[in-house]
């Protein structure tokens, strides 16, 4: 019985590149997952894992911040503490080259980027001790990173896959590439062995194409789920969008391949995901968190923490005090703040509400405007005095989760919200998005199909 270990999305950030000032404080308060205190979180998760009985950790990308020589350098030492109890076998992406080529250095009231960079073909020979040198085949692709095989045990092999780039400059795979990945699923069967795949990018959205779709999912995503489930691959472990969900695509052939996306260690609720490979070929996964981790000599509440610094990207945004503060909060979540921020007249009051409003409120505001009618009188008697930033809160932290809180399609929690939620579709008959949302807060209230906690796939 083999038993492995998945994380994903370290963004390890060296705290030599300033953790102090007004521009550190916007891009560290923009971002679900931490940057100062990264280290401190790796180090705790790398201490509880290499106690465990597991027998082989796999990382799946963006183990840097962004791409930062110095962040490499030290959570390459950190790999190598770790391997000295577990073997070790992980995949780069785009984070770790800094692929939009912006490094950044935060001083005060100002940002440099005078940070020297990895770039994409030294990472194979860097990180060799991490899965490339115990490759029973490798792949080198056009911009120098590498995929490869390994042989986990005596019947189970990973399939370690570099989706940074494909011939059209996204992410996904060139056709030489595409042939050697085939090539590898046809030897595993061959060989009598499960290939368990694993990459950055998702294959599918999970949850909703408005929440994972696009640029999360590599380009061509149905061909390229398509091509690896007809070829016979039955699992991919990814990253990227830093929530914990599972679920699965067919292919018109009817071939499934069942995705477990791995949410970011060093965000809310720092997945570490334990997977058992079974008799019958089958995965169970049960999906622990990081209780604790030291941060300047004191034992922190990791949950607690990271569940607050999660919250606080929504919080910090609701609570702009004016035009330009909500121009740059915008502008720190990588949206056009000068552009939204015009509308600070109609947005800021939009916030003040959703920050100090009770479900009464908005209750008698829908009423007046004549959008009240499909809402249970009793649902608001009962949620009354909850705040709406209370929902807000929920809902966000069950996306990166993956639904520890669920809700039944019975339960009054969910027949509110999904009232509410409804309303949009009502008013914007012909807007596909709106009724999107709808399958999209449902998913996420439901936790899906899958228990993206614990489960035999």
Same mark, same amino acid.
């Given at each position: 019985m083999t038993k492995l270990t998945f994380i994903a999305d370290t963004h390890h950030y060296s705290k030599t590149l300033g953790t102090t000032g007004r521009q550190y404080h916007l891009r560290s308060g923009s971002d679900q997952k931490c940057l100062a205190e990264t280290g401190e979180i790796i180090d705790a998760a790398f201490e509880k894992i290499a106690v465990s009985d597991t027998d082989a950790v796999m990382i799946a990308g963006d183990v840097t911040n962004d791409g930062e020589m110095v962040s490499h350098l030290e959570f390459r030492e950190k790999l190598y503490k770790l391997r000295e109890k577990k073997r070790i076998y992980l995949i780069t992406a785009t984070h770790d080259w800094c692929c939009d080529q912006n490094p950044r250095r935060f001083s005060g009231n100002t940002v440099t980027h005078d940070v020297e960079v990895m770039k994409s073909d030294m990472l194979p020979e860097f990180y060799r001790d991490f899965g490339p040198g115990d490759a029973i085949s490798k792949f080198i692709t056009h911009i120098g990173t590498c995929s490869y095989v390994a042989q986990l045990s005596e019947n189970v092999r990973l399939l370690a896959l570099n989706d940074d780039k494909n011939e059209? %400059? =996204? &992410?996904?795979?060139?056709?030489?590439?595409?042939?050697?990945?085939?090539?590898?699923?046809?030897? +595993?069967?061959?060989?009598?062995?499960?290939?368990?795949?694993?990459?950055?990018?998702?294959?599918?959205?999970?949850?909703?194409p408005?929440?994972?779709?696009?640029?999360?999912?590599?380009?061509?995503?149905?061909?390229?789920?398509?091509?690896?489930?007809?070829?016979?691959?039955?699992?991919?472990?990814?990253?990227?969008?830093?929530?914990?969900?599972?679920?699965?695509?067919?292919?018109?052939?009817?071939?499934?391949i069942t995705e477990v996306n791995v949410g970011s260690l060093v965000g809310y609720p720092a997945p570490i995901v334990n997977v058992t490979v079974n008799d019958d070929m089958t995965l169970s996964y049960?999906?622990?968190?990081?209780?604790?981790?030291?941060?300047?000599?004191n034992e922190i509440d990791a949950?607690?923490?990271?569940? %607050? =610094? &999660?919250?606080?990207?929504?919080?910090?945004?609701?609570?702009?005090?004016?035009?330009?503060?909500? +121009?740059?909060?915008?502008?720190?979540?990588q949206l056009n703040g000068r552009k939204l921020s015009k509308y600070s007249g109609v947005i800021l009051p939009l916030f003040?509400?959703?920050?100090?409003?009770?479900?009464?409120?908005?209750y008698k505001k829908l009423k007046h405007l004549g959008l009240a009618r499909n809402i249970d009188k009793s649902l608001v008697e009962k949620f009354k005095n909850k705040k709406l930033l209370?929902?807000?809160?929920?809902?966000?932290?069950?996306?990166?989760?993956?639904?520890?809180?669920k809700y039944t399609r019975e339960d009054d929690y969910y027949r509110l919200v999904m009232s509410v939620v409804s309303i949009p579709s009502r008013i914007m008959k012909k807007n596909t998005n709106m009724k999107k949302l709808i399958f999209a807060i449902d998913s996420i209230l439901t936790g899906g199909r899958f228990d993206n906690r614990k489960a035999t796939i």
């Open positions: 059209d %400059n =996204h &992410a996904g795979f060139t056709e030489e590439h595409f042939k050697w990945i085939e090539e590898q699923i046809k030897k +595993a069967r061959e060989d009598k062995c499960l290939i368990i795949g694993m990459e950055h990018h998702l294959l599918t959205p999970h949850i909703s408005l929440i994972t779709g696009g640029g999360v999912c590599v380009a061509n995503r149905e061909y390229v789920a398509s091509r690896l489930a007809d070829a016979g691959l039955r699992y991919m472990f990814v990253g990227h969008s830093h929530i914990q969900n599972t679920t699965d695509f067919k292919s018109e052939k009817g071939n499934v049960e999906v622990e968190h990081l209780e604790t981790f030291n941060l300047n000599g949950q607690k923490f990271l569940k %607050n =610094h &999660a919250l606080a990207l929504i919080h910090r945004l609701l609570s702009s005090p004016n035009r330009q503060e909500l +121009a740059d909060r915008l502008t720190a979540l003040k509400f959703i920050r100090t409003a009770d479900v009464e409120k908005l209370s929902f807000a809160d929920e809902i966000m932290l069950s996306v990166f989760d993956g639904s520890i809180q």
